[in-house]
């Protein structure tokens, strides 16, 4: 079993609808959890982290945890053609940074 | 600005060489790590160090190694390049406490022929 796992997708949402990206982890002992977005051929950019159980809000972005599920997620409200890229979940074990395999999101005009 | 910078950019190699990506950051970072990224397999984590003289293994170590003699670089060497490590390498650091995300350089794209 991998460590991070997410839907790899693609998932295509229409502009102004609510995309909802999803991420699980298999350790239990993970304190703080991240969501990078990665243009095609550049280098991932963080969107926002989150290590409280509950939501946290920034903008049209709203990052979701859930500890006793091992379960993370992403909404991304009124979604944008600009928000179209590869989002990536990252886990601080307490040793070391692991990532998903991404999720590519298509925002269609 | 503080900044994390990688080189070269673009790498062709042939199989059995030795190859070096360098890796140098300005945050005055403690922690810095290796990825490379494929399709399918998102980013995964080569080598990472915490210090000076610390460097540890990650998921995918074997073909490769690194050393930190200062604060700023960490290069990572392909001892003998194989086709498998066609790749587009990134390194990242951190400033170590557990809410801290990474800071990505721009990647290397190495291809070996």
């Known amino acids: 079993q991998k460590e991070v796992e997410q839907n790899s997708g693609p998932l295509s949402v229409p502009e102004g609808a609510i995309a909802s990206l999803n991420c699980t982890y298999s350790?239990?002992?993970?304190?703080?959890f991240f969501w990078y977005r990665q243009y095609s051929g550049k280098s991932p950019e963080l969107i926002m982290f989150i290590y409280s159980n509950g939501d946290k809000e920034d903008g049209r972005f709203t990052a979701q945890l859930n500890k006793a599920s091992q379960y993370v997620s992403l909404l991304i409200r009124d979604s944008q053609p600009s928000d179209s890229a590869t989002y990536l979940c990252?886990?601080?074990?307490?040793?070391?940074?692991?990532f998903g395999a991404g999720t590519r999101l298509t925002v269609k005009p | 600005d503080a900044e994390i910078t990688q080189s070269p950019r673009h790498k062709i190699t042939e199989t059995g060489r030795q190859v070096t990506l360098a890796c140098h950051q300005t945050?005055?970072?403690?922690?810095m790590f290796w990825y490379r990224q494929d399709l399918g397999h998102g980013l995964r984590l080569i080598h990472y160090?915490?210090?000076?003289?610390?460097?540890n293994k990650g998921e995918v170590s074997d073909g490769y190694s690194v050393s930190r003699s200062n604060t700023e670089d960490l290069p990572l060497t392909l001892e003998s390049a194989a086709s498998s490590q066609t790749s587009v390498y990134f390194c990242a650091s951190s400033d170590g406490l557990d809410y801290s995300p990474l800071h990505f350089g721009n990647g290397t794209r190495l291809t070996v022929t």
């Open positions: 160090s915490y210090g000076v003289q610390d460097t």
């Open positions: 350790d239990r002992g993970s304190q703080s």
């Open positions: 990252a886990v601080n074990t307490g040793y070391d940074m692991r």
């Open positions: 945050w005055n970072h403690n922690n």
